[in-house]
């Protein structure tokens, strides 16, 4: 009898929880488990969970459904991350054949509850509740990326925004310390990087526990360690967007041109509604900043729409955010009522036809704007890092520094390495991308 523990992993959700699970595979590695490429391959089975809409958590309930019958062959599931931490000991009363249940703020603590999984435990849990101030930092993080490397420089969130589970599911707010990000992107980088990504629900209300250094501080910092050509931030809010994070991209050229910023509503009255303290006035002065900068700064953001009691005319002080703001990209969602949120409670009334009309008026006016914005890079030179190809198109793919996909062509017969960087001319554009030729 083989005794070689196997586990396969599948992710959902946002960048925090796909980086969670490379240091989640790392630990395992660490305890001896091999990686597999399905559940049919696996004795150990974990899913990284999302619970941000209700399709997200839906989804971690069918995939345990369709496994469920492996368990007879002695395979073992864990459920991960924020649907994990949200329900809890209820998933195994909906599930009795996961073993294992941990919530982010708990993995700290998981060889340990493996070892517990392993000597036939059933109801392992990794539960918090807001109580740990510790992050998970390990030197055992499994990098799935080629070409991006990520940093969580703060865990949780303390916003409390009315819709979002986010804050119960994460835990409060933890900094690391700029000591000990700036000794991981070292790190990284001797390890062939060029590009780092600081990561956190609310990535710009890190605060160094040891004062040293102010959230730009810690950009530029990153941003010039020798060997660094990319350094990303999200997600940011604009409660804690700095004039400082601006000043700093436009002194520190590493830094990319691209600034996340979610505005979920152009309405303060919804806003207000949303906790999200901040008016639409003051929003857009955080955009004429950004504005202002000497690089064109590239601009995105996520938008709820049908919010409770979001009247048609709020909808459409949403619909003149996209005109003033010119955003590159938007992210929009359906409000999704959410459990444990104070958004429960108030009447979700508008119909699901009628989020899905305001989403789709919303994504078809945001079209039309990103196609007349990169209309305008036609014909200029960008660095392009390459992060695939598309075979039957003959096409390299990569993304420029505001984080815009751009597929180009190559006179060159040797392919350019996955992380390599190109100069590429702009030939056309599309809205959700540009087009172009190598500049050999
Ligand atoms: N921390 C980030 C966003 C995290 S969640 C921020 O504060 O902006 C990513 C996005 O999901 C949010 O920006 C929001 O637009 C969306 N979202 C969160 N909760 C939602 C809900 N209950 N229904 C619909 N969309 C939601
Ligand atoms: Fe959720 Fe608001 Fe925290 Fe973002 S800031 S994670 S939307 S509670
Ligand atoms: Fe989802 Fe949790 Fe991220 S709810 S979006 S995986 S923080």
Redo the contacts with the bound molecule.
Sequence with gaps: MTTEKTFYLETFG?QMNAHDSEKVIGTLVGEGYRQVENEVDASLILYNTCS??DKAEQKVFNRLNDYKKLYKSGKRFAVLGCVAQQEGEKIFERAPYVSLVSGSASYRKLPEMLARVEAGENRVTGLDDRQTDETFETELTSRQSPFRAYITIIEG?D?F?A??V?PYTRGKERSRTSESVLEEARRIIDQGYTEIQLLG??VNSWKDPEGKRSFAELLAAVGEIAGVRRVRFM?S?PRDFTREIVDVIDSVPTLCDHVHL?V?SGSTRILNQMNREYTRDWYLERISWIKAAKRRIALTT???VGFPGETPEEFIETMDMLHDVQYDAVFG????P?PNTPALVMIDSISEEEKARRLDVLLERQHEIQRAININYIGQEMEVMVEGFNTTRNQIMGRSSQYKTVNYTTSSLIAPAVGSYARVRVTGAHPNSLVGEAIL
């Design positions: 946002c941000i809409r969130c916003k925004c819709y979002c986010v629900q609310n997600t809010h979610p979920q996520d938008i709820i969602f359906k409000y999704s959410r």
